[in-house]
């Protein structure tokens, strides 16, 4: 079976979001899964680095089931998070866990004015863009002068004396635990083969850098396999 990493442009897309519909009612125990449960750790990581206050606006970009929007709100219960994606099953499987303002959403060319938000988040998104450029532009372009942007996303791994054991969490248990909980292997095939054709942690600061923001910074997570990166729209 063919992976959306096989294609390009508006199909890749159009891959992707068949893929994330078939995968949504499972979405966020695999996430648990195959993270160790580390990614509520981050996500709580992301939202602390937006500085939100009340009345903040904050937009969940490529929202799946909205976890970094409840988050948000967690940590800021007077703040106006709005959960956004282009996949409608994965919000549909959100709104089981409470109300959350939704938007039908495309990274690359986002229906919201400039400067519309206070700090803009995604998680696990970016690695799936067709145009990493032009989404971070589009995102840029939404926030408000003094608007944090922070993104959780898998990084491509430097060699180290891990690399064979991270290859095999990759490879092999989670195209395995994939297929048994959702039963889309290839879903789980294309993780890991995204995970190692996307950006390294310092490219995607430099592409950061290129699209506006200031005061990029990141955190490398999991063994190399996973980065928070945070920035600011001057």
């Given at each position: 079976?063919?992976?959306?990493?096989?294609?390009?442009?508006?199909?890749?897309?159009?891959r992707?979001?068949?893929?994330?519909?078939k995968?949504?009612?499972?979405?966020?125990?695999?996430?648990?899964l195959?993270?160790?449960g580390?990614?509520?750790?981050?996500?709580?990581e992301?939202?602390?680095?937006?500085?939100?206050?009340?009345?903040?606006?904050?937009?969940?970009?490529?929202a799946?089931?909205?976890?970094?929007?409840?988050?948000?709100?967690r940590?800021?219960?007077?703040?106006?998070?709005?959960?956004?994606?282009?996949?409608?099953e994965?919000?549909?499987?959100?709104?089981?866990?409470?109300?959350?303002?939704?938007?039908?959403?495309?990274?690359?060319?986002?229906?919201?004015?400039?400067?519309?938000?206070?700090?803009?988040v995604s998680?696990?998104?970016?690695?799936?863009v067709?145009?990493?450029?032009?989404?971070?532009?589009?995102?840029?372009?939404?926030?408000?002068?003094?608007?944090?942007?922070v993104?959780?996303?898998?990084?491509?791994?430097?060699?180290?004396?891990?690399?064979?054991?991270i290859?095999?969490?990759?490879?092999?248990?989670?195209?395995a635990?994939?297929?048994?909980l959702?039963?889309?292997?290839?879903?789980?095939?294309?993780?890991p083969?995204s995970?190692?054709?996307?950006?390294s942690?310092?490219?995607?600061?430099?592409?950061?850098?290129?699209a506006?923001?200031?005061?990029?910074?990141?955190?490398?997570?999991?063994?190399?396999?996973?980065?928070?990166h945070?920035?600011?729209?001057?």
């Amino acid at each position: 079976m063919s992976t959306p990493l096989e294609y390009s442009g508006k199909e890749r897309a159009e891959r992707v979001q068949k893929m994330f519909t078939k995968i949504a009612s499972r979405y966020d125990l695999m996430n648990r899964l195959m993270t160790v449960g580390q990614d509520i750790r981050w996500r709580k990581e992301v939202i602390a680095h937006t500085h939100l206050d009340a009345n903040d606006t904050l937009l969940d970009l490529g929202a799946g089931t909205g976890d970094l929007a409840r988050e948000a709100l967690r940590q800021q219960p007077a703040s106006h998070p709005l959960a956004a994606d282009f996949t409608l099953e994965m919000m549909r499987a959100g709104k089981k866990y409470g109300q959350l303002d939704w938007s039908a959403a495309d990274a690359l060319n986002l229906p919201f004015s400039n400067e519309r938000f206070d700090a803009i988040v995604s998680g696990f998104l970016m690695r799936n863009v067709t145009d990493v450029p032009r989404a971070l532009n589009e995102q840029y372009r939404a926030l408000k002068p003094g608007g944090r942007i922070v993104i959780l996303d898998t990084t491509r791994p430097r060699k180290n004396i891990l690399t064979p054991f991270i290859n095999i969490h990759l490879n092999y248990i989670i195209p395995a635990l994939g297929s048994l909980l959702t039963g889309e292997r290839d879903a789980y095939t294309y993780l890991p083969d995204s995970t190692k054709g996307f950006l390294s942690a310092e490219e995607l600061a430099a592409h950061m850098a290129v699209a506006g923001f200031k005061n990029i910074n990141f955190s490398v997570k999991m063994f190399g396999t996973v980065a928070i990166h945070w920035g600011q729209k001057e």
